[in-house]
């Protein structure tokens, strides 16, 4: 079968090696869409949040098709259509052990869900971002009509922020400074798109919001401007969730303002816990998230996908498909 491998640091191949063999308890997918994600290019470039080794099969945005389970699997046949989660236990599905980025590979049931039949297979292989801005929109409390939400970023997670915020009901306003991807927001439910880089940015949000300032505010960014943007224009008792990372830079930030304006900050790591109820609330609201996808090649251009996913000024996000993925 043909798999994408991380060899070594910077050497990304697209190789032909043995379908895998399932152990009792475990079940063979057959790879339908899977998408790249930034922390995949850090996997590449030899760092990540956990120790791991090469070679190592990259992909943990992913749909498939169940071809063979264990004997002792219950609950999953051959021919279900599944996605699954990537933090398992100290493992990390794509990065410390193998992930989808195949034709075939293997998982474990504990950590698999049935896709609903109101997702295609190319919306279920964006669950994943999407249950990280489900669950940090659940960290935010409550979020209804009666807020505005900023969301700093306009990457595929803060796309997912637009898109839940706007969803829940909220009035949803994008900051970002460049235009494709502020035009995404809007495709997305963002009702508008402010600059955070101009000088007149916390006077705009003022504006839209009759001075009151944000009621949430999502961080998804990680830019450390952005990070001490938030706490400028967010509003009195206004709910923060910062969800993007960077870990080591540094921006001048007013923190008086966490008291003087009574802030609740909170941070968010990945999607711990929700999967089902964000399967739920995309089956239910119908809310279509592929406008995100930028690109599609078939897996034989593995390589060539990787490439184009590298050029963000172009692309923001890129799936790779195996046969008939929709």
């Known amino acids: 079968m043909k798999a994408v491998q991380f060899q070594d640091v910077g050497k990304l191949v697209l190789t032909d090696i043995d379908v895998p063999r399932i152990g009792p308890g475990e079940v063979l997918i057959s790879l339908r869409s899977v998408g790249i994600c930034h922390s995949d290019f850090e996997l590449l470039e030899g760092r990540y949040i956990i ?3 090469y070679p190592i099969i990259p992909g943990h945005e992913w749909s498939g098709q169940i071809a063979e389970v264990g004997r002792e699997v219950t609950g999953f046949k051959p021919g279900d259509r599944v ?6 236990g100290t493992e990390h599905f794509g990065f410390s052990i193998s992930g989808a980025a195949a034709e075939y590979f293997v998982a474990r049931p504990d950590w698999l869900h049935k896709v609903p039949d109101e997702l295609t297979d190319s919306q279920a292989a964006l669950v994943e971002p999407f249950s990280c ?3 940090a929109a659940s960290r935010a409390g409550s979020m209804n009509a009666s807020d505005t939400v900023i969301v700093f970023g306009a990457g595929p997670i803060g796309l997912s922020c637009v898109a839940v915020a706007a969803t829940m009901g909220a009035r949803v306003v994008a900051a ?3 235009k494709i991807r502020g035009d995404l927001a809007r495709q997305l439910g963002a009702e508008d798109v402010l600059d955070p880089t101009t000088d007149h940015f916390a006077d705009e949000v ?3 919001t009759a001075g009151r300032g944000a009621d949430v505010v999502m961080e998804a960014s990680g830019q450390p401007a952005a990070m001490a943007a938030t706490l400028e224009v967010a509003g009195f008792n206004g709910r923060l969730v910062n969800i993007g990372i960077d870990v080591g830079r540094s921006a001048t930030a007013k923190l008086g303002l966490i008291q003087s304006k009574q802030l609740q900050i909170r941070g968010t790591i990945g999607s711990p816990g929700v999967w089902p109820e964000t399967l ?11 406008p995100m996808i930028s690109s599609r090649y078939p897996l034989d ?4 996908a990787y490439a184009a ?17 929709a």
């Open 83 to 88: 996605l699954g989660e990537c933090v398992i």
């Open 206 to 208: 003022l504006e839209l």
């Open 280 to 290: 739920r609330f995309l089956a239910r609201t119908g809310l279509d998230l592929t």
């Open 301 to 304: 251009r593995a390589v060539d």
């Open 176 to 178: 970002e400074p460049d």
């Open 51 to 53: 120790p791991f080794g």
């Open 133 to 135: 801005a489900y669950f």
């Open 309 to 325: 996913a590298r050029r963000t000024g172009e692309n923001v996000k890129v799936h790779i498909e195996n046969g008939a993925a």
